[in-house]
């Protein structure tokens, strides 16, 4: 008798490790977080994408705690921190994730981003050369603004935040997430307690700033920015993301001086949830690496 499929679940990837989560104050934003590993070692800051959550890193959280401080917060207006009305910027992300490494005495990083997050990551790179130690960039955002992907990341969250039923929260994954067995029910169900929370509906608006084709072009990195960014970066291209994305991680592998390719093949804009065993390694081998 064969056995069945390995059980998915965030808590099979955070069984075993000592984590916390709590909640801080920075500058008056009521943030979750999830702290792992020793605070005395080099410290790694892990960046969701839109709506999302700490819960996207929770397949990489354990590795990375064995050598690393790992510091995963739900980023200002997303997951289940605070949700000011005001436009989220990138520069507004980029304060926030600043005041996260503040609260815990962190003067330098390795960051890592996915998507929104990798857009808000390359920018603390340029305008924070001597807080970045590394930067580790999934399915980056912030060279493109491509009105159909724009209007698509629009309908779909919109959609998802005024009706969150199970099916309309399942179907926003399907560019998220390639292959059907790790679109698991924790994080479906995760996502949807964070779009039911009625600051949620109030905020969407706010949460999908950059997808306004005037905010998003004012927040853009331009070439020249991009080749500014000093730190040593591994750029993930995961072959199976939306064009957008995949092309600007060919891009501004072209532009940044001193990076190098992770190439993902099996996988779309969730690349270290999706393939842990292919990731984790390559991450930490990277940030291991002297500069």
């Not at 679940?9 to 979750?32: C, H, N």
């Not at 999830?34 to 605070?39: E, K, L, S, V």
Request: aromatic letters at 8%; glycine letters at 6%; charged letters at 25%.
């Amino acid at each position: 008798m064969t056995d069945a499929k390995p059980h998915k679940s965030i808590w099979m990837w955070l069984k075993e490790v000592a984590f916390t989560q709590e909640y801080i104050d920075v500058d008056g934003i009521r943030t979750r977080v999830a702290t792992a590993g020793d605070r005395s070692k080099p410290a790694v800051l892990l960046l969701h994408g839109t709506g999302g959550h700490w819960e996207a890193y929770a397949p990489t959280i354990g590795a990375l705690a064995e050598e690393y401080f790992v510091i995963a917060p739900d980023m200002v207006g997303n997951g289940f921190s605070t949700k000011p009305k005001v436009p989220y910027t990138t520069h507004f992300y980029l304060e926030h994730a600043l005041g996260v490494l503040d609260h815990f005495g962190v003067e330098k990083a390795s960051v890592f981003g996915m998507s929104l997050g990798a857009w808000v990551a390359a920018r603390f790179g340029l305008e924070q050369p001597d807080r970045t130690e590394k930067l580790v960039l999934m399915s980056p955002a912030g060279l493109l603004a491509r009105a159909d992907n724009m209007a698509r990341i629009k309908r779909q969250r919109t959609a998802a935040v005024t009706n969150p039923d199970w099916d309309t929260i399942k179907a926003m994954f399907d560019h998220l997430i390639a292959d059907e067995d790790n679109k698991i029910d924790d994080i479906i169900a995760l996502r949807q307690s964070i779009y039911r929370l009625p600051e949620t509906l109030e905020t969407i608006d706010s949460m999908l700033t950059l997808q306004e084709e005037e905010v998003r072009r004012a927040n853009l990195l331009s070439e020249e920015e991009w080749r500014s960014i000093q730190a040593p970066t591994l750029v993930v291209v995961a072959s199976k993301d939306v064009d957008e994305y995949m092309s600007t991680a060919h891009q501004i592998l072209g532009f940044i001086p001193n990076s190098e390719p992770l190439m993902m093949p099996n996988v779309a804009h969730w690349p270290c949830f999706e393939d842990p065993e292919v990731f984790n390694p390559a991450a930490l081998a990277f940030l291991a690496k002297e500069a």
